[in-house]
């Protein structure tokens, strides 16, 4: 896993490999920083899975983290040190997101191979016993809690039978407490009524913490494509009316249509008949006159 340490403008990369590691300015610190305090930070790495707890309180994009309390940091999160440090895990090579807990039981039922990538927002926890489990929040309504009846189960005895819940409408994503004693913050902020979640934000209930990341955003549909020149319309085309067509037989082109408002017969004359036609007919009907003259003789002479 690769991080990136940063103070006064100056950024040292490095990179550290699964086990447990300690961070900071101590001499038997695995990962020794000027300027930090001894033992600042115990870094556990798993499976490419970040564990994070501080001797002192420190902060996670922002929002404070409790010392002694063993923390989910994600990719590309930030965690902000004394001395105006900061601590940047890089991200890796992208990945698709985790697919949801009822995509995963669909999958397993019916026999899918692999169940495709979930695109809806999600909430992982991030600290207690249930750290590192993802919840889709693919329904309008997602109740939280520790009693056997809400959608988000979670192990925190701090936590009410039904504390809270995530409402999904037009307007986007919003988090309401239902009552808890304990109540409900978004980045340190306790929640009063309802208040909008956006991507990133962490949700807090009693020693449990949430972050919620926001809907895969649907790519847009693909241009429709052009249509082929063959098949436009020029408007250049020539009307087919009063379009000349040659004669086959006299090589002259005639009109193919009269002029609008005449007859069409009366107007086109008819085609003219070649020489060749004529001396055909000519011989034709000199053949028949002397068939019938020898038809003639013969009836005569008998």
């Known amino acids: ?28 610190d695995h990962i020794r ?71 995963v039981l669909k999958g397993l039922l019916t026999g899918a191979e692999e169940p495709g990538p979930s695109r809806a927002a999600t909430l992982t926890c991030l600290t207690g016993l249930d750290v ?21 189960r979670l192990r925190d005895r701090a936590v009410s039978r039904t504390h809270a819940r995530v409402l999904h409408g037009d307007e986007g994503f919003t988090l309401e407490d239902l009552g808890s004693p304990n109540g409900v913050f978004i980045n340190g902020q306790r929640v009063k009524g309802r208040m909008p979640l956006a991507d990133g934000d962490v949700i807090e209930m009693g020693r449990t913490l949430l972050r919620f990341q926001a809907p895969v955003e649907e790519p847009p549909p693909p241009p429709a494509p052009a249509p082929s020149p063959e098949l436009v319309p020029s408007a250049n085309t020539e009307q087919t009316s009063g379009a000349a067509i040659p004669d086959s037989a006299t090589g002259t082109a005639t009109e193919a249509q ?36 020898v038809t003639y003789a013969l009836a005569g002479s008998s």
Do not use: Y
């Open 33 to 103: 920083l000027e300027g930090l305090p001894p033992r600042l930070l115990t870094l556990r790495i798993e499976a490419q899975r970040l564990m994070v707890e501080a001797s002192r309180t420190f902060s996670v994009n922002g929002v404070l983290a409790p010392p002694g309390i063993s923390r989910l940091v994600l990719p590309g999160e930030v965690l902000g040190l004394p001395e105006e440090m900061c601590l940047r895990v890089l991200r890796e090579a992208v990945a698709e997101r985790g697919v949801g807990t009822v995509a």
């Open 132 to 152: 590192g489990r993802t919840h889709a929040l693919a329904e309008a309504c997602t109740e939280l809690g520790r009693g056997s009846e809400v959608a988000l």
């Open 258 to 293: 009269a002029s609008p408002g005449t007859d069409a017969t009366a107007t086109t004359p008819p085609p003219k008949k070649a020489r060749g036609e004529w001396w055909l007919i000519g011989l034709g009907a000199l053949a028949a006159l002397a068939g019938l003259v």
């Open 1 to 28: 896993m690769r991080f990136e340490f940063e103070h006064l403008g100056t950024t040292t990369p490095f990179e550290l490999f699964d086990g447990q590691h300690l961070l900071g300015g101590g001499t038997e």
